[in-house]
């Protein structure tokens, strides 16, 4: 199985603060990196995948980064909606199968 | 629009077995996979494996294989899951998403199931 490590596990952030949050995978798992966000209650929210391609809708302050076993989300400037728990997903282009990372909450400072 | 309505919360005894479903909408049923994903209270989701409604392919999640089964029904456009043999520790929101091109795009709301005596 892939293990999915994310860093950190909480952040204190401000709004309009630069956020990064670090995934890596056990071994590479080429593009194939999703992030999600997810708010108490309901169901994750896809925001990116392939590692780099916003999904429809999603404001332009998100980004993504990486390939292989190394990945970041940036938000460039916190907004209060953001404050939310964030999980990367590794997911084969070719079969079904996934594995998502432990979480990383970010807190208002 | 792509939408993927769950049942709804369930309360049962140790040892029970029970059946979520997730009925889609606003696509080709067949032609995508529905995976299911379990949460456990403050905890993150997990991956307990995928099913491909048109030939009713499944891989299970070693972690879940032998703990639950999934099944579809093509007429009524609806996924099922089956928890066996519940345990305190299955108390969890389950929920089902679609496999997008863009991984999973598409999830249901959401089923909390709660085991207790």
């Known amino acids: 199985d892939i293990q999915m490590t994310q860093s950190p596990s909480t952040l204190s952030t401000s709004i309009g603060d630069r956020v990064t949050i670090t995934c890596r995978a056990s071994q590479s798992i080429s593009k194939w990196l999703a992030w999600y966000q997810q708010k108490p209650g309901t169901a994750p929210k896809l925001l990116i995948y392939?590692?780099?391609k916003l999904d429809s809708g999603v404001p332009s302050r998100f980004s993504g980064s990486g390939s292989g076993t190394e990945f970041t989300l940036t938000i460039s400037s916190l907004q209060p909606d953001d404050f939310a728990t964030y999980y990367c997903q590794q997911y084969n282009g070719y079969t079904p199968e996934y594995s998502f990372g432990q979480g990383t909450k970010l807190e208002i400072k | 629009e792509v939408l993927l309505v769950q049942s709804g919360a369930e309360v049962n005894e140790p040892g029970k077995s029970l059946k979520i479903s997730c009925e889609a909408s606003?696509?080709?049923?067949?032609?995508?996979?529905i995976a299911w994903v379990r949460q456990m209270p403050g905890k993150g989701p997990e991956w307990m494996g995928s099913?491909?409604?048109?030939?009713?392919?499944?891989r299970y999640s070693p972690s879940f294989q032998g703990q639950v089964t999934f099944s579809v029904d093509k007429s009524l456009n609806t996924a099922y899951l089956h928890l066996n043999n519940l345990k305190v520790s299955a108390t969890a929101t389950y929920y089902c998403a679609r496999r997008g091109i863009n991984g999973l795009a598409n999830w249901g709301q959401g089923t909390l199931v709660t085991v207790s005596s």
């Open positions: 392939e590692a780099s």
């Open positions: 099913i491909f409604p048109g030939d009713v392919d499944t």
């Open positions: 606003g696509y080709t049923f067949n032609n995508y996979w």
